[in-house]
């Protein structure tokens, strides 16, 4: 919880010296409390006040950046158990296991596949987040697996080792991409802890309890290790699930500072449906990491799907450009189609006139992100808008017939358009994928 302004009063020296601009200590520690001023405005505030007021700052669940080039990504900097609240912030990074027991072919080869897995959805380029090296063998064959991936790809990498020889050699090689290191345990936690001091690497922190956990975080704080995730091990889905949420509500509810930080979930199942299952399980409830094996497409396509669902902001809506698009080799006599800005309705249609094979056009009607039923009902997507749509995409340069195809659903605003834009009307399908056919029969 947020100190009070008179919380923070109680921390300063109470000498009204005005060296910060206000004239009292008082008016200083409410405008602190409401972030309108610096902590430093204070030149007299102790260094144990200052560390209290640094803390309080903080978002419940501290945010860890990973990667250093432009591949780099941000987890953590959650504050609120459930996404209607508000929203969820920061997407969890999804990463893969590479064994350093492969043989060099065998490494690029996934690396390389890797690489290529991207996928675009409702205008939104999906993929993954990083690559995790895990020793199997002597510290050597580590440090040289290491280097085939930083070769081969500019993705943030993780380093899974408990060989301190290893783990130091493979930071020093690729410590100018931030590497993350797994972990420290109650055995390692000073030795590993020192490693990520001395490289400013993020670290994981493995505990297969709270208890653990809590003392370990602050061990390692104590050591200068601030930039830290949770894992409490390979667990069943369920009890997995609930120490993820039980972290989370501990750093919500609780404000407790020692489990404030991001986890991560190691997904450990030979099967690849059930792979794709439990890392979706872990998205939504509340991992901030997901280290997979499985490089197969599909499912790789099914884990971002639903991140990407998840991490939308509910407040607001995926939106495209509201302009005129051509799809295919159009022409002055193609069909012209209209549809809301709303990017799922977008792609929907987008994806059914590709199929149907007949270059067309699709006018997007600027509706704030909203459906085409949505739109109408708040009317957004009425005859108003659409004609005002059509006079300034500069349809009437590009299409010269005055024939407008609008969705089923509104059907009911046919005269209207119809009458204020002075285009003739036709009513297609109220499913998009109806659109094949009816465009191959529309002449």
């Not at 006018?363 to 949505?374: E, N």
């Not at 349809?395 to 659903?409: A, D, F, Q, S, T």
């Not at 009513?427 to 659109?435: D, I, R, S």
Request: glycine residues 6%; charged residues 25%.
């Amino acid at each position: 919880m947020a100190l009070s302004g008179l919380d923070i009063y109680k921390l300063l020296q109470k000498s009204n010296c005005r060296k910060c601009g206000l004239p009292t200590c008082l008016a200083f520690a409410m405008q602190l409390a409401k972030k309108a001023v610096p902590i430093e405005k204070c030149p007299f505030i102790s260094e144990e006040a200052k560390a209290i007021l640094e803390s309080q700052a903080l978002p419940p669940v501290r945010p860890i950046v990973l990667g250093a080039n432009e591949t780099k990504f941000e987890i953590g900097n959650e504050t609120v158990m459930f996404r209607h609240e508000e929203k969820f912030r920061n997407p969890p990074g999804i990463g893969f296991i590479i064994d350093d027991n492969l043989t060099d072919a065998q490494i690029k080869s996934k690396v390389d596949k890797i690489e290529q897995l991207e996928f675009v959805r409702v205008g939104q380029t999906l993929n993954v987040n990083l690559i995790a090296l895990k020793q199997n063998k002597d510290p050597k064959r580590f440090i040289e697996a290491v280097g085939i991936v930083l070769a081969h790809t500019k993705k943030q990498i993780a380093l899974i080792s408990e060989d301190l020889t290893a783990l130091k050699g493979a930071a020093e090689i690729s410590k100018g991409r931030a590497p993350l290191i797994y972990c420290a345990n109650e055995a390692n936690y000073k030795e590993v802890g020192l490693i990520a001091k001395e490289y400013e690497l993020p670290l994981v922190v493995l505990g297969r309890d709270f208890d653990i956990l809590s003392r370990l975080t602050k061990e390692l704080n104590a050591l200068g290790v601030k930039n830290l995730i949770l894992d409490t091990g390979l667990k069943p889905v369920t009890e997995k699930i609930w120490d993820l949420t039980q972290i989370r509500r501990q750093a919500l509810k609780k404000t407790n500072r020692s489990l404030g930080y991001p986890t991560l979930a190691i997904v450990d199942n030979a099967d690849p449906f059930d792979e794709a299952i439990e890392a979706t399980a872990y998205i939504a409830k509340y991992a901030g990491m997901i280290l997979i094996k499985g490089i197969e497409s599909w499912e790789l396509l099914s884990i971002l799907t639903l991140r990407q669902n998840i991490y939308t902001d509910p407040q607001k809506p995926l939106q495209i450009d509201p302009k005129l698009y051509p799809i295919g080799k159009v022409n002055e006599k193609s069909p012209l189609l209209v549809t809301t800005n709303f990017s799922l309705s977008y792609f929907t249609v987008l994806g059914e006139v590709e199929a149907s094979k007949i270059p067309s056009y699709i006018l997007s009607v600027d509706t704030q992100g909203m459906s085409v039923l949505t739109a109408w009902a708040a009317e957004k997507f009425n005859a108003e808008t659409i004609t005002k749509s059509l006079e300034t995409s500069g349809v009437k340069e590009i299409v010269k017939h005055k024939n407008l195809i609008i969705p089923g659903y509104v059907a009911m605003m046919s005269g209207d358009l119809e009458d204020q834009s002075g285009y003739k009307i036709i009513v297609g399908p109220k499913e998009a994928a109806g659109l094949p056919a009816f465009l191959k029969n529309l002449n």
